[in-house]
C-alpha cells in the first residue's frame, strides 16, 4: 500500500492572519482585498454566508449586498508570509519529508504511522493552532490527488473535525460519486466540459473511464490524475522545490501614470523586489522583460500594451545592472498620451549566480558588486524594506498601491508590534 500523503490547508488564511492578532474581529464577518483595494482575495466563514463572493470586485460587492457590519482589510502580505513561516515550520516537525506546495498548503509524508494517522493528524492540527493561532484542515490518502479530495471533505463537513483520512476504497468512491469535475485537483473548467460530452460526468465516472480512451484523447496530465484518483501515486512529494524559471513582480498602480519619469520610477522600483528574490536564491538573471498597460476596463480611454525584452550580455544579479536594462526597454516601448494602470518585469534565463560565465566585453558580476548587494539585502532585512535603496525608485512614490485598510505587520516591523495598555486596575497593582 502506498505510504499515506497529507494536504495541511490551512482556513480561511488571509483572514485567519487577521484575526490572530486582532480577536475583535472573530466571529464577525472578514473580507481581505487584492492590491489596490480591488477584489474580495479572501473571506471568513460569516463573510461567505453573506454571499461575498470570490474575485468580486469591492465595489460591486458593496452595491450587490449588505456589507453593514463586514470588516475590510487591505492584502498585508507582509505578515501573510511570516505567519505562513511560522505554519510550516511547525508542520515540519510531524514528518520527515515535506512540500510546501503554496503560501497556505503543504504535502507531508506520514509512512509509519499506521492505526494512529488519525491521532496524529489531529495532534498536529491542535498544535498548529495553539503554536500559531491559524485553524487547519488536514486530508489524509495514498496520493496527492486523493489527499485534496479528503482536505475538501475535511474543511466542509463538520463532523469530521478537521480530518479526513481516506483510505477505504469504498469511502472513496462515496466522496468522488457526485463530485463535480472542476473541483479535482488540476482540471479545469474547459477540460470539465470536454469531458462532459464524451459522458464522463463527475470524478468517479473520471476514475472508472478506460485508461486508454483518457490516454488517446486527453494528455498525460489527465492520465495522471486518473492514475491518482485509483490510488496509484505519479506525484511524488517535492522535499526541495526545483529551480525558478522567471521572477515577475508586477502591480497595478494606486493613480494612472501618465509621464515617463512616473513610469520609470516605478519600473525602477519592481526591479529592486524582484532582484531581492533573484539573491535570495542565489540565481543571476540573464534576460529582462518590462512590460506596460492601460486600463482595459475603461474604454473611453485610449488602449495600449506591449512589452520589451532586453538580453543582457552577463547574467547578473546587481539590481543597478538590472535596473539600467530595464530602462532601456522602457525606453523602447515608452508611448506619451496614454494613461497607464500597470506595469511589470519579468527575469528569465535565470541560472546559478556561481556559474555565470562572461564573454569578450562582459563580465559576472565582480567582488565589489556582491558585496554592495549582499550589504543591501542585509540593512533592509534588518531594518526593514527600503533603509537602502535606489534613487531611481523615486522618493514620493504617488503612483504605489492604494492600501486603505491595511492592518500592522505584527511579526516583522518594531514600530508595528502588538502593544498591551495597562487597564486601571493593572495601574493600581490589583
Not at 515540519?92 to 494512529?116: K, N
Not at 544579479?317 to 539600467?324: H, P, Y
Not at 555565470?356 to 554592495?372: C, I, K, N, Q, Y
Not at 535603496?389 to 492604494?402: D, E, M
Amino acid at each position: 500500500m502506498p505510504a499515506p500523503i497529507a494536504l495541511v490547508d490551512c482556513n480561511n488564511f488571509y483572514a485567519s492572519c487577521e484575526r490572530m492578532f486582532q480577536p475583535a474581529l472573530r466571529g464577525k464577518p472578514v473580507v481581505v482585498l487584492s492590491n489596490n483595494d480591488g477584489c474580495v482575495i479572501a473571506r471568513s466563514n460569516e463573510a461567505k454566508a453573506l454571499g461575498i463572493a470570490m474575485g468580486e470586485p469591492w465595489h460591486v460587492c458593496r452595491k450587490r449586498v449588505d456589507t453593514q457590519g463586514v470588516i475590510v482589510r487591505s492584502s498585508n502580505y507582509t505578515l501573510y508570509g511570516d505567519m505562513s513561516a511560522r505554519v510550516m515550520r511547525t508542520l515540519a516537525g510531524f514528518t520527515p519529508e515535506l512540500e510546501v506546495y503554496s503560501i497556505d498548503e503543504a504535502f507531508l509524508d506520514l509512512r509509519g504511522f499506521g492505526s494512529r494517522l488519525d491521532a496524529h493528524a489531529r495532534e498536529l492540527r491542535r498544535t498548529v493552532l495553539q503554536w500559531t493561532g491559524i485553524p487547519v484542515s488536514v486530508g489524509i490518502a495514498a496520493t496527492k490527488t486523493l489527499a485534496k479530495v479528503a482536505n475538501r471533505r475535511a474543511k466542509k463537513d463538520p463532523a469530521c473535525g478537521g480530518v479526513c483520512v481516506l483510505l477505504d476504497e469504498a469511502a472513496i468512491d462515496n466522496q468522488l460519486a457526485g463530485m463535480e469535475l472542476g473541483d479535482i485537483w488540476g482540471i479545469g473548467g474547459r477540460l470539465a466540459r470536454k469531458l462532459q460530452a464524451l459522458g464522463i460526468g463527475d470524478a468517479l465516472a473520471l476514475k472508472r473511464a478506460d485508461a486508454r480512451f483518457i490516454r488517446e484523447r486527453f494528455s498525460v496530465v489527465l492520465e495522471r490524475t486518473q492514475a491518482e484518483l485509483r490510488g496509484i501515486p505519479c506525484i511524488e512529494i517535492e522535499e526541495a522545490p526545483p529551480d525558478r524559471k522567471s521572477i515577475m513582480v508586477s502591480r497595478s498602480f494606486g493613480q494612472m501614470i501618465e509621464t515617463r519619469a512616473e513610469m520609470e520610477e516605478a519600473v525602477a522600483t519592481y526591479v529592486m523586489r524582484a532582484a531581492e528574490k533573484l539573491r535570495r536564491q542565489h540565481l543571476a538573471c540573464g534576460r529582462v522583460v518590462v512590460f506596460v498597460m492601460t486600463n482595459r476596463f475603461r474604454p473611453q480611454d485610449a488602449q495600449y500594451a506591449r512589452e520589451q525584452a532586453v538580453q543582457l550580455g552577463a547574467a547578473t544579479a546587481d539590481t543597478g545592472r538590472l535596473i539600467a536594462a530595464a530602462r532601456r526597454g522602457l525606453a523602447a516601448l515608452w508611448r506619451d498620451g496614454f494613461r497607464y494602470k500597470k506595469a511589470g518585469v519579468m527575469l528569465l534565463d535565470l541560472l546559478p549566480a556561481a556559474s555565470v560565465m562572461g564573454g569578450l566585453f562582459d563580465w559576472p558580476d565582480d567582488s565589489r558588486s556582491r558585496a554592495r548587494m549582499r550589504a543591501v539585502d542585509v540593512l533592509n532585512r534588518r531594518y526593514g524594506r527600503d533603509t537602502v535603496t535606489f534613487a531611481a525608485s523615486g522618493i514620493r512614490r504617488a503612483w504605489r498601491l492604494r492600501r486603505e485598510h491595511v492592518s500592522p505587520r505584527f511579526t516583522t516591523c518594531w514600530e508595528e508590534l502588538l502593544t498591551v495598555r495597562d487597564t486601571p486596575r493593572a495601574a493600581a497593582g490589583v
